[in-house]
């Protein structure tokens, strides 16, 4: 089966869409399919489905769904298949499982992100650049753009962007050490937007604007942020926030562009990038 999560949700088998039009039966198949071979008990799917507020009826309205799923996948497999609907559909351990591969973009997508975050840390920015510039093309929108989500479901969505944020981070930082600060500017300033709180964010913008001549613009950002810190948790922004904030204030050569700056340059500006956990 194929299966697709990182954007409107996909499930194909033998060429044919198997994802209902339904809503909830559209979450339990989205719900198996990003543990897939793992058994999903009942009162997961509930909780899914349902919350703390379950109908009277709610096991039995679950088990017509799976009946619902099964139909869908054996008129996909067609009946000279050698699975059945319920090899795939599985009633397993008190609960359900799909009996299938991992999501093939989500897979890849880990596969490539690790692969170019092992080549930043090696200093290969190139081929970092190049691998988490095909994981990211691997997004075709949020993930899970066309489910609706429980909590259980919600839980796996914010893994998958958090995951996602990483990388992007990551392709970043691989673009701003091979000197393409000007074409990262727009993005970061939508990035910086969308995500007002995130420092690793502000700070790449911050050094891409102070690369492209715009020290005050950069140093604006730094206000930004620190009001919405301020205001929003009660707090300063990080030292390594404020390292990067005086050493713009003081034109510190060691920001410029590796080719540009004194022997050590690229070496100090990865510094004020680098989360405060690393």
Known sequence: MEIRVLGPFVARLEGMS????????????ALLALRPGQA???????????????????????????RQLRRMLGQALGPGA???????????????ALDIAPAEDATEFQRLCEAGQTALREGAAPEA????????????????????????????ALRLEEIRLGALEARVEADLRLGRHAALLGELTALAAQHPLHETVHAQLMLALYRCGRPSHALGSYQRLRRTLVR????????????????ILRADPGLEFPDTAPSGGAVLSAAYLA????
């Open 18 to 29: 198997v994802v209902p039009s339904a809503a909830k039966p559209r979450q339990v198949l």
């Open 40 to 66: 999903v008990t009942v009162s997961t799917l509930l909780d899914e489905l349902w919350g703390d507020a379950p109908p009277r009826t709610a096991p039995a309205t679950l088990q017509t769904y799976i």
């Open 82 to 96: 050698v699975r059945g609907p319920k090899d795939v559909l599985c009633t397993r351990y008190g609960g359900y």
């Open 129 to 156: 650049s190049r691998l988490l510039h095909r994981a990211m093309a691997l997004w075709r929108g949020a993930a899970l753009a066309d489910v609706q989500t429980g909590r259980v479901l919600e839980v796996e």
């Open 232 to 247: 929003e948790l009660a707090m300063e922004p990080s030292p390594r926030l404020q390292r990067l904030h005086q050493a």
């Open 275 to 278: 989360p405060a956990s690393a």
